[in-house]
């Protein structure tokens, strides 16, 4: 059969997996989204349903104050005695740190956080003879990179050991997101370098010994698209590996898709990528052939499995608390879910604010090719749609109510550039936004009663990474703001189709 990578779209960076009960657990970073560590599950490896997150209460996750690409650093989800545990890192809040939290049901809610008094951040955990071992990437005493490794108790979190460095890695900048496994008679350590840009990579040790000394794989970088040039998938990096259900290995690390071969600018964030792993007669493993493509013919996988990607997102066929997400910390009092429609008061907080609580809620892009319509009737301030990456980049659609009269307005925040591009004054309080974009361009536009009018375009890369900085990838917003915070504001009818 063939897939196509990346197999989690939209920016879902930083995977990590484990197999428990016939089916495939991955998790990844969430940032300062709320709820968060998104936790997706499948039953053949290349088509997954998101089932919601592992941190869904303020005592889990505290958000306030976190900034742009703050929060929610790298996760690591382990199944170990019937029991799932998920490590990850609350990067910028006073009660941040690395912590983990454990459920009996994946379905259900996650534990309080335990805290690991040890620092860095991309933690990971590792079972073995009933002793828990805590990892995560800092420095030495020379200040060079290293991964450090402790005992915990896993039931509080204490540290039954010192720190202890593992490794060094092989002299790439940005040594994380190290994983542990005991496969036949080796400890393989397997980690990120480079950086979670266009240099990333994934490199691998191993060692009879669970403390070292660790002796690197000569073929290192195992995989790395750092020498495609030209070839949209890039940034491979951050993986964790799988042994399935057929014995077959894999690794699942994170990529990104450039806006076109010769272009490297990426606004949908890093995604999920598949590889196939295979270990020699000498128990060392290869990945792919060094590099992630954007498809791959595989037979480990049976030929009946087709790989689907939901291309239709509505009100109707989601869920509140799963495909959407709030920025920061949200007030239940300003928002109600209907089943075909939003309502969302103004918070007082705008989307231009940094480290704001703006009324926001949205879904992850998942596509360049796209098509968005909504409804909204603005009784207060301004109901819209944002093109968000972070608050000063951001493309707002919008129907604003000014006095007694009303205007549908397109408002471009690229940087220190805060440009109303377009606006169209309108008769009434209702109008339907069009959103439409392809890889290059997003196009703005609305319909007042069944007439359209195109307001302007804006180029993808004004929103990117590679401008923006920054972890996440671009999020389709709802919001509220301005006006009185006394009315709600209505959304209906919203339709997010990607034209794969
Ligand atoms: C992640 C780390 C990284 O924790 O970025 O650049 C952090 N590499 O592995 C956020 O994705």
């Given at each position: 059969m063939t897939y196509k990578n990346p197999v989690i779209r939209g920016y879902h960076p930083d995977p990590s997996i484990c197999r428990a009960n016939g089916k495939y657990f991955l998790v990844t970073s969430s940032f300062q989204f709320f709820p968060g560590v998104t936790l997706f599950e499948s039953d053949d490896l290349v088509n997954w349903r998101q089932i919601g997150y592992c941190l869904t209460r303020e005592s889990q996750l505290p958000l306030d104050n976190t900034g742009s690409s703050g929060g929610i650093y790298a996760p690591t989800i382990r199944f170990n005695g019937g029991r799932f545990y998920m490590v990850t890192t609350n990067v910028g809040h006073e009660r941040g740190g690395n912590f983990y939290v454990w459920t009996d049901d994946i379905y259900g809610e996650w534990s309080e956080p335990v805290f690991v008094e040890q620092g860095g951040i991309d933690p990971s955990l590792y079972f073995e003879n009933g002793r828990a071992y805590f990892m995560s990437n800092g420095t030495d005493t020379d200040g060079r990179n290293v991964i450090l490794q402790c005992e915990i108790d896993i039931v509080t979190g204490k540290k039954l050991s010192e720190s202890k460095p593992l490794w060094h890695g092989t002299g790439g900048r940005y040594l994380e997101a190290p994983h542990m496994y005991k496969i036949g008679k080796?400890?393989?350590?397997?980690?990120?370098?480079?950086?979670?840009?266009?240099?990333?990579?994934?490199?691998?040790?191993?060692?009879?010994?669970?403390?070292?000394?660790?002796?690197p794989y000569a073929g290192n970088p195992v995989i790395t698209n750092r020498n495609l040039g030209g070839y949209e998938l890039q940034g491979i990096g951050h993986g964790d590996l799988l042994q399935d259900e057929k014995g077959n290995w894999w690794i699942y690390a994170l990529g990104f898709r450039q806006i076109h071969k010769w272009m490297t600018y990426h606004h949908l964030g890093r995604e999920t990528c598949l590889i196939p792993v295979t270990f020699n007669e000498d128990a060392w493993f290869t990945a792919g052939d060094g590099t992630a493509l954007l498809t791959v013919e595989t037979n480990r996988i049976a030929q009946t499995v087709v790989q689907q990607f939901q291309n239709e997102f509505t009100f109707a066929n989601t869920r509140?608390?799963?495909?959407?997400?709030?920025?920061?910390?949200?007030?239940?009092?300003?928002?109600f879910f209907g089943e075909d429609c939003l309502k969302i008061k103004s918070s007082g907080d705008t989307l231009d604010v940094p480290a704001g609580n703006p009324a926001f809620i949205g879904l992850h892009q998942k596509e360049f090719n796209m098509d968005l319509s909504v409804k909204v009737k603005t009784l207060d301030g301004e109901a819209g749609v944002t093109v968000y990456m972070d608050e000063n980049h951001h493309y707002d659609l919008a129907l604003i109510k000014s006095n007694d009269a009303y205007k549908v307005i397109l408002r471009l925040n690229i940087g220190d550039i805060k440009h109303e591009r377009a606006s169209v004054s309108v008769a009434h309080n209702e109008a339907r936004l069009l959103i439409r974009s392809d890889a290059i361009n997003y196009s703005f536009g609305c319909a007042i009663d069944g007439k359209e009018t195109i307001l302007g375009t804006a180029q993808t890369k004004y929103l990117s990474s590679e401008v923006a900085g920054g972890f996440t990838g671009v999020i389709l917003g709802l919001y509220s703001q301005g006006g009185g915070m006394l009315l709600f504001n209505e959304f209906t009818d919203f339709m997010c189709k990607y034209l794969v």
């Open positions: 080796y400890y393989y350590l397997m980690a990120a370098e480079g950086g979670t840009e266009y240099g990333h990579m994934i490199t691998y040790a191993r060692s009879d010994n669970l403390w070292g000394p660790f002796v509140w608390n799963r495909e959407w997400q709030f920025m920061r910390s949200h007030r239940k009092e300003n928002y």
